[in-house]
Every structure is written in structure tokens, then in C-alpha cells.
């Protein structure tokens, strides 16, 4: 196996405040305390309830799977119910998140992972799972592998496209309109249905970009003296991902709100205050780390000076 491609700057800068990955699913939160307790049934009955909105599902386990006891209290509901596939995915993210902590064998991860696939055929969660690990830690042809699996189930996996546009970002290739991530998210962004949150796709694309340009010293490090922002490639797609949002109606996206952080980002970085605050109100108190770290930066402190700068309180 190649050793995996350098984070180039991803999460390195760690932000006295904590993030809350649930963003505003409140039933997710309390299921998560509730895991947090040992209280699995919790956890059980949301999975339940969630049934085969795959995005949804996705986020609720990789969320509930970050929690640090969530293998320990997951094995616990497996001795009680040996036949759960909901049980056999969440162990299997659980050891994911061990495994990318250097906390957990990857090959037992990825184990974990095969397992609670054969018992989830249709089911894209436990495939991933098996993404983000090799997104990280495996190649690309394990990486596309892993993907295919996922689109086969569900064409339109929202954070399995946001991890391949991470992956081919950092693709070291000449940086122009031949480079594979921009390909990669203008097509999903065509393909997917026309109220999909995929047609943010160009924008986390081009700054992911910025994330690696920035970090390796190909641009400079502040956006506002980078022209990564400012050409016309950067116009057509923060004009035509601005648009779409305006008209976008379904706000029940379980991710929607990492699409928002994303867009006020390149807004920000495009100096465009005005275009910034209406999505900083939408966003509320719901920062994510990615983007606002980019480039090694502390993501709150960034977060609100960007907000505080576009809604005219500095």
C-alpha cells in the first residue's frame, strides 16, 4: 500500500472551541449523550426511525461514531442483539475513527466494515466507512473502489463525494482546467438531480484547492491577496452555486450546513459581504471547522471574524 497523501493543512491547527458535528439535529445530540451513558436503545430506536435516507443515516453514524466510548457501548448492544446490522455499522465507523486516530488496526477496521456490509447489502453506510478510511490511508484505486460501492447504492452520497474532492485535491498535477477535482465536481454537480446540495460541489472543489495551493506555498496564505478567488473560474462557480442556493427549498438537508459554511467561505474569500451575511444568518452558530481552518488556521476564531466582518459588527 503507498503511504497516504500529506492532510496539507486539513484540521492541523486545533480551535479552543468545539465544534458540534451534529450541527441542528437535536435528536441526534440526544442520542449521542444518550450513547455517551451507555444507553444504546437510544441510539437503536434513531437508527430505526432514520430508514434508508442514506444521507441522513451517514451522518447520524458517523457522528454517533466519533463519540469516544461508542465501540465499547456498540459491542455491549451486539452481545444483546448479535443479528443487528444497525449495531454491526456503528461498530464498524467506531473503529474507523479508532483506526484514523492511530487508536485501531486498519485491517480490523476494514474487516468490521465487510462485515456490516454483507449484512446491509443495500445499505451504502458501511462502504462509507471503508471510504474514509482509504480516502486517508489507502490509494486511490482502493479509494474509487469504495466509492463505486457507494454509488451503486446511492448515486448522490453527499459526504462520499465531499471526501473524493478532498482525496483529488491534493493530486499533485499541474493546477488548471485539466485538474481532476474540478472534472470530478462539475460532473457530480451536473449529474445530480436539480435540488440536490450537490451543485455546491465546484465550490468545496475549488476550495479544497485553495486548502492545498495555500498550504504548499503556491498561493499566498491570505485569501483576500490570492487570485485563486478572483478568476473567472472562481466567478462561474460561486455566482452559479450562489444562485441555486437562493432558490434551494428543501432545508431539511442533514448536511446542509456544512454546504453553507462552505459557500460563506468563498464568499468571504471573494469579497463579497453582502452575498456572505445572508448565509452567516442562515448558518447561525453552526460553524464547521472545514472550511475555515484552510490554510492551518484557527477555525472558530476565523469563523467569527469572517461573520462579525460580513454582518457589519467590527
Known sequence: MSPPPPSLGRGRKRSGHTFDAALDDAELAAARTALSQGRWQTVRSLLARTGDDWDRRGHRVTVLAAEPYCAAWTRDWLLAEPDSGD?????????????????????????????????????????????????????????????????????????????????????????????????????????????????????????????????????PRDAAASGHWTGRRARQVMRSAFDWWLEWEQEGHPRRLIDLNFLAHAKVCEGRGAEAAALFHRIGDHATPSPWSYPDRDPYSAFRAARDTALGTV
Open 87 to 219: 449495531a454491526a455499522v456503528l461498530l464498524a465507523h467506531a473503529q474507523v475513527r479508532l483506526a484514523l486516530r492511530g487508536k485501531e488496526k486498519p485491517p480490523r477496521a476494514r474487516e468490521a466494515c465487510r462485515t456490516a456490509a454483507a449484512r446491509l447489502p443495500a445499505d451504502p453506510t458501511p462502504w462509507l466507512g471503508l471510504l474514509m478510511l482509504e480516502s486517508a490511508l489507502g490509494t486511490e484505486p482502493e479509494m474509487w473502489h469504495c466509492f463505486a460501492e457507494i454509488r451503486a447504492r446511492y448515486a448522490d452520497h453527499h459526504h462520499a463525494h465531499h471526501l473524493v474532492v478532498a482525496r483529488l485535491a491534493e493530486q499533485r498535477t499541474a493546477d488548471g482546467p485539466l485538474h481532476a477535482v474540478y472534472d470530478f465536481a462539475l460532473d457530480a454537480a451536473q449529474r445530480a438531480p436539480a435540488d440536490s446540495p450537490l451543485a455546491v460541489l465546484p465550490v468545496v472543489a475549488h476550495t479544497e484547492r485553495f486548502r492545498v495551493l495555500a498550504a504548499t506555498g503556491h498561493e
